[in-house]
């Protein structure tokens, strides 16, 4: 690792990349772009307005909304000041925003009147507020139109104006590695999410060595990763790219055919779609045939194995890789190096990072397992969070020994190599047998009508419980409850076999996460 980026806070690190690559790309819209100095100066400009409205050390900044250049603005602000970003789901509901705006003890919300695939901000921050008023919040700021009861950002802005530079610099001079700098909200697979603080040294030296050690980017690199930027699957690339002086390529919300064109226009290098639903959609667009993505060197997904080889088919002029990773170890902790093997980069999720250690425990015994034996993934090292904020009870049942439980099924292979075969949750419990969810969806993935598959396990009289698959189709395609279940048929043993499945068109997401807790619910009111 080399010496520019090396145990720096976030505000250091823009500081250090706007110096030496000033002039460079670092966010690039379809309709808008800015450079590294651009982003300081439009930073700094924040940050100065935060310590007007007595934003500091300790505080909690919360940003609500779809991706955009203030976003990023607004992230950075908040670590200049030695404040906490937290980046909130913008697909919540109001009584989920509610609470997050509560439990996270936000001091200052930021949103804007963009009416974005999710919601109209501003209507759904009113009606948190009726839910339940947080205690600490004190400050609403809306970019675009003026609302009642925000402050402008124009008005929010000229405030600022008043405070020198001088005095961000010497807040920023007196932030620690080990102060929290942006706190994420787990992605809600279950009811209630969970607040994350991350530090900077986890999020600076992640994002450098997903760089120095995985993705190799120089300058001339342009990285498209459209996930929201409420996820670390947008963050830890802006990290990744910032030690480069590479340019992080995003969209207000995922469209196929823009996302292409935009691939084409700007020859972008990396692609980070990063999920099957996002992968699909580009690949199954008409314009996929057309477009020029010749450009394209390097591309992350994670899916099943037949999956991924369907991908690696679509693009094969990358290299796929894949990762394993959660937002509580700083996003990800293991990449495939791009000279892995297909089959490893089929099959595995790549070797931990340089500094991060993970081994496989009995869930019960909580004993270590041999090379190639199933069990708990835990992990160690500077990535690992320190704990869940406001939760000693969790916290207490989440580390041994300083080793996190992820909760998540796997295997180390004989090289070290991780092997994810889905959440301890996810088991079913058929007739005695276990079975694992991710089998059964891997298998319905490589039909080739099917465009997502979830497996969920639901009561049954006689077996106990028995696998129901929730599926997406292909647009165009139809099939049958009964034509799925004979797809199955020899090749999976019969226990596995879907006794139910259930067609859809919208799946109920997090942030990019299918909730399946919200199947089952959908499969309880359905049956009564």
């Given amino acids: 690792m080399n010496s520019f980026t090396e145990f720096t806070t976030l505000g250091d690190l823009l500081i250090k990349s706007a110096d030496k690559f000033g002039s460079n790309p670092v966010i690039v819209f379809p309709e808008q772009r800015i450079s590294y100095k651009e982003l300081k100066q439009r930073s700094y400009h924040r940050a100065q307005a935060l310590v007007a409205h007595d934003i500091g050390p300790g505080s909690h900044v919360g940003i609500l909304m779809a991706n955009c250049m203030e976003y990023i603005e607004y992230l950075f602000a908040a670590q200049l000041v030695g404040a906490m970003a937290v980046p ?25 009147d963009a009416i974005s695939e999710y919601a109209n901000f501003g209507q759904l921050i009113d009606d948190a507020l009726v839910e339940q008023t947080p205690q600490r919040l004190k400050h609403l700021v809306m970019l675009g139109a003026k609302r009642e009861g925000f402050i402008s950002d124009e008005a929010f802005l000229i405030k600022g104006e008043t405070v020198d530079t001088k005095i961000v610099d010497e807040m920023r001079s007196q ?25 900077h040294e986890v999020l600076v030296r992640n994002g450098v060595n997903m760089n120095e050690s995985r993705y190799f980017l120089d300058e001339s690199d342009r990285f498209w990763a459209p996930l929201p930027m409420f996820h670390m ?39 980070f779609p990063s999920f099957p639903t996002i992968t699909m959609a580009m690949i199954n667009h008409p314009y996929f045939s ?9 591309i992350n997904n994670v899916a099943p194995p037949e999956l991924l080889r369907n991908f690696q088919e679509a693009f094969p002029q990358a290299v796929q890789t894949g990762a394993y990773g959660l937002t509580e170890a700083g996003g990800v902790i293991a990449f495939h190096h791009p000279e892995d093997s297909l089959e490893k980069r089929l099959n595995t999720c790549g070797k931990p990072m340089p500094g991060l250690l993970a081994k496989i425990i009995d869930p019960e015994t909580l004993e270590e397992q041999k090379r190639g034996e199933k069990g708990e993934i835990i992990l160690k090292g500077y990535s690992v969070f320190d704990g869940y904020y406001k939760a000693p009870e969790k916290n207490q049942e989440s580390f041994i020994e300083g080793w996190f439980r ?46 997502i598959a979830q497996v969920i396990g639901v009561h049954d ?27 199955c048929k020899g090749k999976i043993a019969s226990f596995k076999i879907p006794r139910h499945v259930r067609f859809v068109d919208e799946w109920p997401m997090s942030s990019t996460k299918i909730q399946k807790y919200v199947l089952r619910e959908w499969y309880d009111q359905e049956t009564g």
Wanted: hydrophobic residues 45%.
């Fill in 175 to 199: 932030v620690s590695l080990r102060n929290p700098a942006i706190m994420m909200y787990t992605s809600g697979t279950t009811a209630n999410p969970k607040g994350c603080p991350l530090n």
């Fill in 88 to 112: 909130i789901n913008a697909r919540y509901k109001a009584p989920e925003l509610a609470y997050v705006l509560d439990n996270a003890d936000i001091d200052l919300l930021v949103t804007h």
């Fill in 461 to 487: 009289e006689r077996l106990f419980e028995v696998a129901c698959a929730y599926i997406e189709l292909i647009d165009g395609k139809s099939m049958t409850e009964a034509e799925i279940i004979d797809f």
């Fill in 290 to 298: 057309k477009a020029d993505l010749s450009s394209l060197k390097r």
């Fill in 233 to 271: 699957a947008s963050i830890l690339p802006l990290i990744c790219c910032m030690d480069a002086g590479a340019a992080l390529l995003s969209m207000l919300h995922l469209e196929p055919e823009l996302s292409l064109k935009m691939m084409e226009e700007e020859r972008v290098t990396v692609a």
């Fill in 406 to 451: 992820t909760g998540d099924l796997g295997v180390l292979d004989s090289d070290g190599y991780i092997e994810f075969h889905g959440r301890i949750k996810d088991m079913l419990k058929v007739g005695g047998e276990n079975v694992a969810a991710i089998e059964i969806e891997s298998l319905l993935s490589t039909h080739p009508a099917v465009n």
